[in-house]
């Protein structure tokens, strides 16, 4: 049975323990109650080894932990408030206080980034409450209740709507008229299965095969290979010993194949950002080493995707690691600035595409995942020669064809040295 970790507030346990009966067939729920922002994380790390997932009972701890992660090791969710709970709330509020004004109403957890639930779409401007722009640090808590009590003091509200149940209490010291918003029983449950679906996939997902490919660079002779490929095995050897985490290793022809699976590559690659075993033969060997990594839910998909993965490390020359996940995605190489992910699938259009431009579609992928990347369309040679692992000639090339078929265009030049000509600045646009 699955074990799902309940990160919570002791305010809010009561109501999430109430669906523990309908769900205990389907899952063991472990209840960790936290009173300070600065516990979520330590929390969240002590029970990591004994949960298959975590859910967070709002958006705030979830955004507390995201912020010190940028892959969550287990899968970790939260509970939101649907719209349709949302409009029962205001209706019940708004039923039982005819005189209410909205706009003299503090509703602490609508901003612009939820799209003020809707509420734009429903109130005049000048019924509209106060809101709040959310930053999710440690004193939120105590910044979301100098709010409340500032436009109180002011005279500018008439009641406070919260999310978050740690201020409550504060808010009832104060004498503020407040309700605290949370997700019905109903709403709860559903979430709560959709949770449970979503943590047996990825267990299911953890427990498929994985494979790597690992090569050595070319050599003069078969004595040569030999003697390396001794050397290589050795340090595959050592590496399990001290981290037990290859399940098999074999001896190929020209090659050594990895068999574990996806949980423990996830593991060994610290979710597809660095690699440890290439780590450890940078360390131990003198030669370069190339690894491919392919996963699927079979045998000869997670071979075919290592493979293509280790003819992806080849090319760069250098030793690096590659990954082809189950859904087909590129990630490399790995542990290197230059690590870029894109998907190996074929689109129609990135095929009309490619054919205009005279480029492969792997090419316009890499580059729109440098674009990706870098977070802006804007690009010069030298940076896109670096991230692709190509010649600047190349690089320059590739820039010029684009020019010429309307898809970039010289943004502006900089100059970033004091000597030398100032480099181009492509801005490129393949909508």
Same mark, same amino acid.
Not at 36 to 61: A, N, R
Not at 105 to 121: P, R
């Given at each position: 049975?699955?074990?799902?970790?309940?990160?919570?507030?002791?305010?809010?346990?009561?109501?999430?323990?109430? !669906?523990?009966?309908?769900?205990?067939?389907?899952?063991?729920?472990?209840?960790?109650?936290?009173?300070?922002?600065?516990? !979520?994380?330590?929390?969240?790390?002590?029970?990591?080894?004994?949960?298959?997932?975590?859910?967070?009972?709002?958006?705030?701890?979830?955004?507390?932990?995201?912020?010190?992660?940028?892959?969550?090791?287990?899968?970790?969710?939260?509970?939101? !408030?649907?719209?349709?709970?949302?409009?029962?709330?205001?209706?019940?509020?708004?039923?039982?206080?005819?005189?209410?004004?909205?706009?003299?109403?503090?509703?602490?957890?609508?901003?612009?980034?939820?799209?003020?639930?809707?509420?734009?779409?429903?109130?005049?401007?000048?019924?509209?409450?106060?809101?709040?722009?959310?930053?999710?640090?440690?004193?939120?808590?105590?910044?979301?209740?100098?709010?409340?009590?500032?436009?109180?003091?002011?005279?500018?509200?008439?009641?406070?709507?919260?999310?978050?149940?740690?201020?409550?209490?504060?808010?009832?010291?104060?004498?503020?008229?407040?309700?605290?918003?949370?997700?019905?029983?109903?709403?709860?449950?559903?979430?709560?299965?959709?949770?449970?679906?979503?943590?047996?996939?990825?267990?299911?997902?953890?427990?498929?095969?994985?494979?790597?490919?690992?090569?050595?660079?070319?050599?003069?002779?078969?004595?040569?290979?030999?003697?390396?490929?001794?050397?290589?095995?050795?340090?595959?050897?050592?590496?399990?010993?001290?981290?037990?985490?290859?399940?098999?290793?074999?001896?190929?022809?020209?090659?050594?194949?990895?068999?574990?699976?996806?949980?423990?590559?996830?593991?060994?690659?610290?979710?597809?950002?660095?690699?440890?075993?290439?780590?450890?033969?940078?360390?131990?060997?003198?030669?370069?080493?190339?690894?491919?990594?392919?996963?699927?839910?079979?045998?000869?998909?997670?071979?075919?995707?290592?493979?293509?993965?280790?003819?992806?490390?080849?090319?760069?020359?250098?030793?690096?690691?590659?990954?082809?996940?189950?859904?087909?995605?590129?990630?490399?190489?790995?542990?290197?600035?230059?690590? !870029?992910?894109?998907?190996?699938?074929?689109?129609?259009?990135?095929?009309?595409?490619?054919?205009?431009?005279?480029?492969?579609?792997?090419?316009?992928?890499?580059?729109?995942?440098?674009?990706?990347?870098?977070?802006?369309?804007?690009?010069?040679?030298?940076?896109?020669?670096?991230?692709?692992?190509?010649?600047?000639?190349?690089?320059?090339?590739?820039?010029?064809?684009?020019?010429?078929?309307?898809?970039?265009?010289?943004?502006?030049?900089?100059?970033?040295?004091?000597?030398?000509?100032?480099?181009?600045?492509?801005?490129?646009?393949?909508?």
């Amino acid at each position: 049975m699955i074990k799902i970790g309940v990160i919570t507030t002791p305010y809010s346990l009561g109501r999430i323990k109430k !669906i523990e009966p309908m769900i205990r067939e389907q899952c063991e729920l472990i209840f960790i109650p936290y009173r300070k922002i600065s516990e !979520i994380k330590e929390l969240y790390e002590h029970y990591q080894p004994f949960c298959d997932g975590f859910v967070c009972s709002g958006e705030l701890g979830y955004k507390i932990l995201s912020k010190n992660t940028a892959h969550f090791p287990t899968p970790t969710f939260y509970l939101d !408030i649907p719209e349709g709970d949302f409009y029962k709330h205001l209706f019940t509020i708004s039923n039982a206080n005819k005189d209410l004004n909205f706009s003299r109403v503090f509703i602490d957890f609508i901003s612009e980034e939820n799209g003020f639930m809707g509420l734009k779409e429903v109130l005049k401007k000048e019924e509209f409450p106060y809101t709040h722009d959310l930053e999710f640090l440690e004193d939120i808590y105590e910044r979301t209740f100098q709010k409340h009590l500032t436009l109180w003091q002011q005279g500018k509200t008439d009641l406070s709507i919260t999310r978050m149940s740690n201020v409550v209490g504060r808010l009832e010291e104060s004498g503020i008229p407040h309700i605290f918003m949370f997700p019905s029983i109903e709403s709860i449950l559903e979430q709560m299965k959709q949770i449970i679906n979503e943590v047996q996939l990825a267990r299911l997902m953890d427990n498929q095969l994985a494979i790597g490919i690992i090569t050595i660079e070319g050599q003069e002779t078969m004595s040569d290979l030999d003697f390396k490929q001794i050397l290589l095995h050795k340090a595959l050897m050592e590496y399990n010993d001290q981290y037990k985490i290859l399940s098999v290793i074999q001896k190929k022809h020209d090659c050594f194949e990895i068999i574990t699976s996806y949980g423990e590559l996830k593991e060994l690659t610290n979710q597809f950002t660095q690699c440890s075993v290439l780590e450890y033969l940078n360390k131990t060997l003198s030669f370069n080493t190339y690894i491919g990594w392919g996963s699927g839910s079979s045998l000869y998909q997670a071979k075919t995707s290592a493979e293509n993965a280790n003819k992806e490390a080849q090319l760069h020359g250098i030793s690096c690691t590659f990954v082809i996940t189950d859904n087909e995605e590129i990630v490399g190489p790995l542990g290197e600035e230059h690590c !870029i992910q894109i998907t190996n699938t074929v689109e129609p259009q990135l095929e009309q595409l490619s054919e205009k431009l005279e480029i492969s579609t792997l090419q316009i992928k890499k580059i729109m995942a440098v674009i990706s990347k870098n977070m802006t369309d804007e690009l010069t040679a030298d940076e896109l020669a670096f991230h692709l692992k190509i010649t600047l000639r190349q690089a320059n090339r590739i820039l010029n064809k684009l020019e010429e078929k309307g898809i970039a265009k010289i943004s502006h030049k900089k100059q970033e040295k004091l000597r030398g000509r100032p480099k181009k600045v492509y801005k490129l646009n393949f909508l």
